[in-house]
């Protein structure tokens, strides 16, 4: 079975600065998509970023970018210039594209931004 | 992108009554709409997947006659608690199916707080 782990229960990081989250998941699809999404206290559901498996390149989202090892399966959520903004639960998600669609979340990780 | 809407966003309810939520694709079709619950302090938990025009998905331990799902056209489906008690009270979230193939996304709903008293 599938299954996303996020190890990093919480983080902190100052603000301007870099931080990374981790994601590791377990499947033996080779055909999937892989997302970082964003909940802030508003506890509204935000996509950060999304990346296909069979794509080598890591995503790039402005300040957002992913460090996408396929071979380790592991998907990396660098966060650059850090702001108050992005103090939320991060929770990475697995979606194979075949068999039965249905998103994998992990547990969250929580993102302090210092002042 | 693309928008999710639910409605109502807060709702209490006395025990033994039925709450309706609703969930709605604003500016695309969605053939397949899902439904989460969320702990506090914890990841989202699927419930059930909703496809258009066909009965819901569940997800093991989620009891069918307690939650209704209802996806009858492809921009809406509801979600009915019944004869909600207060271990019901949660926070739901619904997502909706966007695209096919590379392009495709979820994109989710703000989310309903239940309070069942």
């Known amino acids: 079975a599938q299954t996303v782990t996020q190890s990093q229960p919480e983080m902190s990081v100052q603000e301007a600065e870099t931080v990374t989250l981790s994601c590791t998941y377990d499947?033996?699809?080779?055909?999937?998509?892989l997302f970082w999404y964003k909940q802030p206290p508003s506890r509204q559901m935000i996509l950060v970023i999304r990346?296909?498996?069979?794509?080598?390149q890591n995503a790039t989202e402005n300040r957002f970018s992913v460090n996408f090892q396929k071979a380790a399966k592991s998907f990396s959520l660098k966060i650059s210039d850090s702001q108050l903004g992005d103090a939320a639960m991060y929770f990475c998600?697995?979606?194979?594209?075949?068999?039965?669609?249905?998103?994998?979340f992990g547990t969250g990780t929580r993102l302090k931004v210092l002042a | 992108g693309a928008v999710v809407s639910q409605h109502p966003s807060w709702v209490i309810c006395k025990s033994g009554t039925s709450v309706k939520i609703e969930c709605r694709s604003l500016?695309?079709?969605?053939?397949?709409m899902f439904w989460y619950r969320q702990f506090p302090k914890q990841s989202l938990m699927l419930m059930a997947t909703?496809?258009?025009?066909?009965?819901?998905?569940?997800e093991q331990g989620v009891e069918k006659d307690k939650f209704l799902i209802n996806h009858a056209s492809l921009t809406l489906s509801t979600l009915t608690v019944t004869s909600a008690h207060p271990e019901d009270s949660s926070f739901y979230i619904c997502?909706?199916?966007?695209?096919?193939?590379?392009?495709?996304?979820?994109?989710f709903g703000p989310g309903t707080r239940l309070l069942v008293l």
């Open positions: 997502s909706a199916r966007s695209g096919t193939g590379v392009g495709e996304t979820q994109y």
């Open positions: 909703s496809n258009e025009g066909s009965k819901a998905t569940y």
């Open positions: 500016d695309f079709q969605a053939t397949t």
């Open positions: 990346q296909e498996a069979y794509k080598q």
């Open positions: 499947t033996s699809e080779s055909d999937y998509y």
């Open positions: 998600a697995y979606i194979t594209t075949s068999g039965t669609y249905k998103y994998i």
